[in-house]
C-alpha cells in the first residue's frame, strides 16, 4: 500500500472515509489470524497492522471478524481488542467449520447481529433461525450416501459448477442424506469407456454450456441413463444434448445435431432463437434472466416436482429446441412438459416412460437455497436414492 502506484486509491479510499464518518455507517474488518503450529499459538500481529493500515487512511473498524483454523482464546481475543481499540465484543472468532451453512449459527452464538444492529443504532428484532437451525441438524445426522455424476468439460475447474454442486446438495439436506459428486470430464467418455465411467451413479447431470467440446460423451452419457433407467436432469446445454441423443437413436433422425457447432447437421433439432439471427454485437443479447414457463400436464414429472401450472426460472442462452421437429419427437414419445406462455418455446422436456428423467433450457439451480432446495434438485435426487435402493 505504500507504493507511490498505489496512492490514488489510497486518495479514494481516504475521500470514502470522510464522507461516511459523517453517516451512520459500520465498518467490519475480516482478517485472518495465523496459527503456528511449532509454537502452538496464534498470532495477532497480522491484525494490529491490518488495523493500523486502515486508521491511517481514515478508518476505525467497528467490528474484527477473525478468520482462523481453529477457535481462537478469549486471552487472544481480549489482546486484540485493546492494540485494535474496540471493544471486546466486537472481536469475532470466525475458525474453520464443517460447513459453512454452521457460520450463522456460529455468528448468532457471537451476538454479531446483535452488534450490528447496536452499531448502527437499529431497533432489534426478534431472531429466529429454527428453520437454519433445523436445516444444519439434517446435514449433520445425514446417515446416507447418493452418487450423481456431474458429466462436463470444465470439470477441471470445479467452481464453474459451484451453483450446480450446492443446489445438489440442497437436494442431499432435503433428504437428509450426503451427495457425493462424481467429476466426469465429457471428453474422456467414449464409446468403450462410457459403462465404466458411470457405473456407479446413482443419477447423471448434465449442466449448461457452450460449444461443441466434449459434446460426444455427453450425449453417451445421455443415452447411458435414458437405456438404463438412471435418473436424469438436464439443464440448458444438458437439455439440447437429451434432444440430439433421443432424436438420433429414439426417433431415427440419423446425424440430429445442434447448428451451433454442426451447421450442416441434416436435422437441426437445436438452433439459433430467431430473434438472434440477426444479432451481430453478442455483449449481453442471449436470452437472458427470469421468464415465464406454463406446466400443461398436471401428470407430468416437472408439474408434481413444482405443484403449479406456471412458474418462473431464469434463462442464458442463444440456442432452442427447433420446434419443426415437435410434433415427430412427440410421436416418438418425448414430452414437452414445460412451455412458454404463448407456446412458441419448449422450456423442459421429459421421458414418461423412464423412472426419472427432466432437462430444462432454463437453470434452476440459481434459484436453490439450503433451507428450500429447488424442485427439481429435491425431485432428482430423490430420485436417484430410490433408484439405488
Known sequence: MGDIESQP???AIRQFATEVSRQNCLFIHVTLVPYLSCSHEHKSKPTQHSVKE????????DIIICRSDRQLSQNLKDKIALFCDIDKEAVIPNPDLP????????????????????????PPGQRDLEQWRSMVCRMGNADRTVKIALVGKYVALRDAYLSVVEALNHGGIYHQTKVEVLWIDSEEVGAENVDQALAQADGILIPGGFGGRGIEGKLLSVRYAREKGIPFLGICLGMQCAVIEYARNVAGFSGANS?????????????????????????GTMR????PCKIAD????????????????????????????????SEKGLKFSGLSPDEKLVEAIEIPAHP?????????????????????????????MAAKE
Open 9 to 11: 486509491f489510497l486518495e
Open 288 to 291: 437472458l434472466g427470469a421468464y
Open 54 to 61: 486502515l486508521l491511517s487512511i481514515g478508518i476505525q473498524p
Open 356 to 384: 426419472w428423467f427432466v432437462a430444462t433450457q432454463f437453470h434452476p439451480e440459481f434459484k436453490s437455497r439450503p433451507s428450500n432446495p429447488h424442485p427439481l434438485f429435491r425431485d432428482f435426487v430423490g430420485a436417484a
Open 298 to 329: 398436471e401428470n407430468s414429472k416437472l408439474y408434481r416436482a413444482y405443484g403449479r401450472g406456471e412458474i418462473q426460472e431464469r434463462h442464458r442462452h442463444r440456442y432452442e429446441f427447433n420446434n419443426q421437429f415437435r410434433q415427430a419427437l
Open 99 to 122: 460447513s459453512i451453512y454452521q457460520v450463522p449459527l456460529l455468528f448468532e452464538q457471537e451476538n454479531l447481529d446483535s452488534l450490528v444492529l447496536e452499531k448502527l443504532e437499529l
Open 259 to 283: 447448428s451451433e457447432w454442426d451447421p450442416l447437421t441434416p436435422h437441426p433439432v437445436i438452433d439459433l432463437l430467431e430473434e438472434q439471427r440477426h444479432v451481430e454485437d453478442k455483449g
